[in-house]
């Protein structure tokens, strides 16, 4: 079945009914999977960006810091809706990672609600700072951080996971 087959035949989230959960080792495989499906299907990604989810998952599970290195599973309905990292970047900077939304998730607060448990995070781990890295194709996620005070402080044209993108940096002050 393909995947926009697959997202039509499910009900619609409510927010009330997601929870936040800590990440497991178990959602390692899900994590990759859905970002290489999504992106693909999205943006035109090619199986490089499903590798380089692989080794983010593969470094956080392996140096994790549980003080400063924190990431949440969105799950509703018995099965995961999303997911969010807070990783340590330096002692002062975090950085936000592997933010995704499964489609039928989006446009309900689900998001806003992993980013501020996300920088509520950082800010409790002493962080002064948070930055992340995305491209400007993500329109709806770039307007998310923008209400959320990030500054768009870098911006360059680049090929990268088989597509033409422009990069780009995200930071704020915590």
Partial sequence: MADTDRLRDHPAVQLHDVVLRDFEPEDADWIVARHGALYALEEGY?????????????????????????????????????????????????????????????????????????????????????VLWTHKSHEAACALYARAGFRLTAEAASRAFGCDVVDQTWELDL
């Fill in 46 to 130: 090619d199986d490089s960006f499903a590798t380089l989810v692989a080794g983010i998952v593969e470094d956080f599970a392996r140096r994790r810091d549980p003080v400063h290195d924190r990431a949440w599973i969105a799950c509703g309905g018995g099965e995961r809706l999303g997911s969010v990292f807070c990783v340590q970047e330096d002692d002062a900077t975090a950085r936000l990672r592997l933010f995704l939304l499964e489609p039928r998730a989006r446009g309900i607060g689900l998001g806003q609600r992993m980013l501020d448990a996300c920088l509520g995070h950082a800010r409790a781990a002493g962080f002064r700072r948070m």
